[in-house]
């Protein structure tokens, strides 16, 4: 039985960009994609990880590699498979690596053993696919054990690291030490940022470079407003009725429509909101990290049975079934499901529970952003983020931010000029001020969402994080390879 499965990458073309960052911006792109063509001759750049769905790193994958592959440039996905202990280790290591002692079982050789043993089944087929000189960067904790028997093979070998934390206390050293002894030979690493970055992977082997939205994509392209309506009140998010006109579709990345089908598990005691109803809304996995249970809570304290323009809330994240390597989700969500149904009626009628249907990753994509696109205020209250992809989603759809100031989040919102920005994410009375204020205060509100579209149009935008990704691999092409790069025993 195959461990690894490849996920289909299809062609997209860099010239849509052209209407959002000019003719010489794309015009740098499209030349940097052709040399590195012609220099890469037969290599092959892989791209492996653990989930095809379900949070930052797949989404951007899905995207980022569409324009890689319709630059003519040979890349493919990789989805290592992984047991329910092999990924209760690598959710143990994730929560290490952002100062967090998770379940606090710890990382000791028996830990080390399953994950060892997951990625050399997996490495074993690796093998037969990558060839001395092809180029594979290994996403995140999951795949890290991969990189010695790549590297002894002659491969070209990147650690793509999208999470960490800013200070060093004991779960962090505890996570980095369990990675090192894979992480040692590795010559070049890429973080989200500088503050992530450990001692080993340093001294001039690691580069910076910040995640990116795909303003194309099925989760952040326009959408009308009787589309925003169909979708919504068709999922089950909004009541009726439907507009005169009725509009399921979406634009899939292969440039074909889609329609969103399928409907939302929502939990919720009474009807759902109206069209009219201003809806504050975070979009997160089931994740501790996310604080949904903290956002909930705030709210809670916000209404006190009379929130600002009869505001409600929805939390939403992915069908708890959906992301393989989650193993918290199911026990996040009945947590709380469990505290919300200790709230009192006046509170609970106002807030929305959602799982957002995932057998068809487009269609999520497509309600998330018609859900993120019809919010009064976008939610972002994590405890911890590597970078938080959910907020640039939400600054470019030009929706005010509410967001902690953790990890990459402070890279991308600057506090009153383009979101609001919450000191302490455990300070719940000062999260509920602010909710306060932008809930009544609407043209503040729309002020502040025109300048964050405008911060994810210079910085954050596919292209730009692709031209990084070009210049980088056209760099390790001139570094020596263990294996140089003998390609005269391809076919």
């Keep these: 039985m195959s461990c690894l499965r490849e996920v289909p990458i299809g062609r997209r ?3 849509v960009f052209r209407e959002l960052i000019g003719e010489q911006a794309t015009g740098e792109a499209l030349a940097a994609a052709a040399r590195l063509r012609a220099r890469l001759g037969e290599r ?3 791209n492996i990880n653990s989930t095809a769905v379900g949070g930052g790193v797949a989404e951007m994958l899905s995207s980022l590699l569409g324009y890689v592959r319709g630059a003519d440039i040979d890349t493919r996905w990789l989805v290592i498979d992984g047991s329910p202990p092999f990924f209760h280790v690598t959710k143990r290591i994730h929560h290490a690596l952002h100062g967090s002692a998770g379940d606090g079982t710890p990382l000791d050789a028996a830990a080390r053993a399953i994950y060892e043993t997951t990625l050399h089944r997996n490495g074993q087929e690796l093998g037969a696919l990558l060839q001395p000189g092809d180029f594979a960067i290994l996403h995140d904790p999951q795949t890290a054990g991969l990189a010695p028997d790549l590297l002894d093979a002659g491969v070209h070998v990147i650690w793509r690291c999208h999470i960490g934390h800013g200070q060093r206390n004991g779960e ?22 500088q503050e992530y970055v450990p001692d080993y992977c340093d001294h001039g082997k690691s580069r910076i470079i910040q995640p990116s939205i795909d303003a194309f994509s ?17 999922a089950g998010l909004l009541e009726g009725p439907l507009p005169a006109v009725p509009d399921h579709r979406f634009v899939r990345q292969d440039g074909s429509h889609g329609r969103v089908s399928r ?20 979009v997160s996995r089931w994740d501790p990290l996310k604080d949904m249970a903290g956002v909930m809570h705030g709210f809670a304290g916000l209404v006190d049975g009379s929130a600002p323009a009869d505001a409600e809330l929805v939390l939403a994240g ?12 199911a026990a996040v969500f009945a947590d709380l499901l469990e505290q919300w149904r200790a709230l009192p009626h006046g509170v609970r009628d106002r807030i929305h529970i959602a799982s957002l249907p995932t057998a068809d990753a487009e269609e999520n994509a497509a309600i998330v952003n018609a859900l993120q696109r019809h919010a009064a205020v976008v939610v972002q209250k994590s405890l911890q983020e590597g970078f938080g992809l959910t907020v640039t989603e939400a600054m470019w759809k030009g929706r005010a931010v509410l967001a902690s100031r953790v990890g990459g989040i402070q890279d991308q919102v600057e506090d009153g000029v383009n979101g609001l920005l919450l000191d302490d994410p455990d300070d719940l009375q000062r999260f509920g001020t602010r909710l306060r204020w932008l809930l009544e205060n609407p043209a503040e509100a729309q002020r502040l969402g025109k300048s964050a579209r405008d911060r994810v149009r210079g910085h954050h935008l596919g292209v730009r994080h692709l031209l990084r990704y070009l210049d980088l691999i ?7 390879s263990s294996a140089a790069s003998s390609l005269s025993s391809r076919a």
């Design 13 to 15: 073309s860099l010239n």
């Design 44 to 46: 092959v750049i892989w």
């Design 172 to 193: 962090v050293e505890t996570g980095w030490r369990f990675l090192e002894p894979y992480l040692r030979r590795i010559p070049t690493f890429v973080f989200s940022r």
């Design 218 to 234: 099925p989760k952040n392209a326009a959408l009308e407003s009787d589309a925003i309506r169909t979708i919504l009140v068709h």
């Design 318 to 329: 992915p069908n708890i079934s959906a992301v393989a390597d989650d193993p918290e989700s």
């Design 474 to 480: 056209e760099g390790e092409l001139d570094r020596p």
């Design 263 to 282: 409907h939302a598990d929502v939990v919720r005691m009474g009807r759902a909101p109206r069209w009219d109803t201003p809806l504050v809304v975070q």
